[in-house]
């Protein structure tokens, strides 16, 4: 994809993750993990799912450990699942009000991370509007310390990239024979880019990137997609169709990014538009969701719409997240 400037420059935080015999250390990115590693990831994490109504799987896996939930942007979703998943696997949280930490005063990143390492948290998530942090952090935690990413500016959201893996997947099956079109502001998507990380690690079939010129990917960056700005050509035959919202807290100038109503006639996911995919096409959205605009309220509704799963499949990845991290610090 193009890269913005918060790309710019980074190190590649793949080696970081995994310790030299394979086991998972953090979760900064899903670039670099291998396709065999993303599938155990998804069927651990496909053992968690039980249905909605009945009680939750639980496990003591995090039994002593402790996890602390670090959003420095907002979140609903990527935030409550981890409390939810990190309590199941029976770990205390804590919860850091960012509003009234010592951040506010001035304090360095490092600093509150420092702070709560002396307190024994064991996991930390930490979701920044700064490109690279998560790598930072992990680069200075103590050895028994591990930072998973929760959303990392523009760059990286993995267990988002994950959660959309196993819905993808739950419904369509493998992977080599889909189509999947990610539609919308695909420049500034943390959701974007790791999802095509992941799909291409898994040998997709054919990844369409579908955006307004202005908010496009680059073709360096995801060398096997396709690129278009015609949304008719894109959704033409497509087995999973995912929504984006523009991310405008990210775009400083909205020079060439249509208003809204030419942007949902032109870019907007609706019951119309979904006639040109495939018949039993999924619809997807990470949320949070600007209705009427990249999807049609009815439509995110539907029974085409999986976007309620992927909210209960990202509790689940995340179980699994934490416990493969858990087990790494069990066994050192
Ligand atoms: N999809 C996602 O990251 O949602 P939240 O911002 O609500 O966590």
Same mark, same amino acid.
């Given at each position: ?7 710019? @420059? ?19 990115t899903l670039q ?8 155990? !990831? ?7 799912? /039980? ?43 804590? @919860? ?5 930490? /010592? ?16 307190? +024994? ?16 952090? $992990?680069? @200075?935690?103590?050895?028994?310390? /591990?930072?998973?990413n929760?959303g990392?500016?523009?760059v990286s959201h993995p267990t988002q990239g994950l !959660?959309d893996l ?14 999947? $079109? ?7 998507s943390r959701v974007a880019r790791s999802a095509a990380q992941g ?11 579908? /955006?307004?010129?202005?908010?496009? $990917?680059? +073709? ?99 179980? $699994? ?12």
């Amino acid at each position: 994809m193009k890269s913005t400037d918060s790309h710019q @420059n980074l190190p590649d935080d793949s080696s970081l993750q995994l310790l030299a015999d394979g086991r998972m250390r953090h979760l900064l990115t899903l670039q670099g993990l291998d396709g065999s590693l993303l599938t155990e !990831l998804l069927d651990e994490a496909e053992a968690f799912l /039980s249905p909605i109504g009945s009680a939750p799987e639980r496990r003591v896996s995090l039994a002593g450990r402790t996890v602390a939930n670090l959003f420095f942007e907002p979140s609903t979703r990527t935030r409550a699942s981890f409390d939810l998943a990190s309590r199941r696997l029976g770990a205390d949280v804590l @919860n850091l009000d960012v509003n009234t930490s /010592s951040r506010k005063k001035g304090e360095s990143i490092l600093d509150t991370i420092f702070t709560l390492q002396a307190m +024994q948290v064991d996991i930390m998530v930490v979701r920044d509007a700064g490109a690279g942090v998560p790598a930072y952090i $992990a680069r @200075n935690v103590n050895d028994h310390v /591990s930072i998973l990413n929760a959303g990392e500016a523009d760059v990286s959201h993995p267990t988002q990239g994950l !959660l959309d893996l196993l819905t993808i997947r739950r419904h369509k099956g493998d992977f080599e024979d889909l189509t999947v $079109a990610i539609v919308g502001d695909i420049l500034h998507s943390r959701v974007a880019r790791s999802a095509a990380q992941g799909l291409t690690a898994l040998g997709v079939g054919e990844l369409r990137l579908i /955006s307004p010129p202005a908010l496009a $990917a680059d +073709q360096n960056e995801v060398p096997g997609a396709i690129i278009s700005d015609n949304l008719d050509d894109g959704l033409k035959g497509a087995d999973v169709v995912m929504a984006l919202r523009i991310q405008r807290e990210r775009i400083g100038n909205l020079d060439g990014i249509p208003g809204i109503d030419e942007y949902f006639a032109r870019y907007g996911i609706s019951h119309e538009r979904m006639k040109i995919a495939a018949p039993n096409a999924i619809v997807m959205h990470p949320g949070p969701m600007n209705r009427g605009i990249e999807i049609e309220s009815t439509l995110a509704d539907s029974t085409a719409s999986v976007i309620t799963e992927q909210v209960t499949n990202g509790v689940a990845v995340r179980m $699994a997240i934490l416990e493969r991290v858990a087990k790494t610090m069990d066994s050192r």
